[in-house]
């Protein structure tokens, strides 16, 4: 949450700090999208990054995403630019295993942040699971009786 029950994170221009650490022991395993909007203003350099956001795991440290947020990538009908950040959580124990998401400033720019969202992404989880689907159908019918195919395929089409 944002300090004192506010509802975003700020940064002034000039100085570089953490927006947020937080520790995230409510996700399983799985692919998870990473939401936010952020907005800028001042900013001396549209291409350095203003934000900088980091999620890896409590195991041993290993990054599980990393995505910088440049002031040049605002949106100039909303001033807004909206974030969108894929990880993959490897970890099944959450509760053991919980993630570390850090947020930094850097101090290129005045900078706003949303709340972050979590979202999970099943898409993703699914692929495997089609190949694998997939790959099982395609070894029955290679595998099948030459008159059992002839004869399934005669009925699909005459159809």
């Known amino acids: ?17 953490y927006l947020l650490q937080a520790t995230v022991d409510e996700l399983s395993i799985g692919w998870y999208n990473i ?10 350099d549209g291409k350095t990054p203003a934000l900088i956001f980091d999620v890896y795991s409590s ?3 290993i990054p599980l ?11 100039p009908a909303t001033r807004t630019v909206n974030i969108s950040i894929p ?17 930094r400033s850097t101090g290129v720019a005045s900078a706003r942040l949303s709340w972050l969202l979590f979202e999970p992404n099943p898409a993703e989880i699914y692929k495997p699971v ?6 099982i159908l395609g070894l029955t019918v290679w595998f099948a009786d030459e008159r059992f195919v002839r004869t399934l395929a005669s009925r699909l089409w005459r159809r």
């Open 1 to 17: 949450m944002p300090p004192d029950g506010a509802g975003e994170w700020t940064a002034a221009k000039g100085e570089p700090k």
């Open 35 to 44: 939401q936010a909007q952020a907005q800028f203003a001042d900013a001396a």
């Open 87 to 103: 990880f993959y959580n490897p970890y099944f124990d959450k509760w053991n295993f919980p993630l570390y998401v850090d947020v």
């Open 59 to 61: 195991e041993s440290g």
């Open 65 to 75: 995403a990393h995505a910088d947020v440049r002031p040049a990538e605002v949106d």
């Open 130 to 135: 089609l190949v694998w689907g997939a790959l």
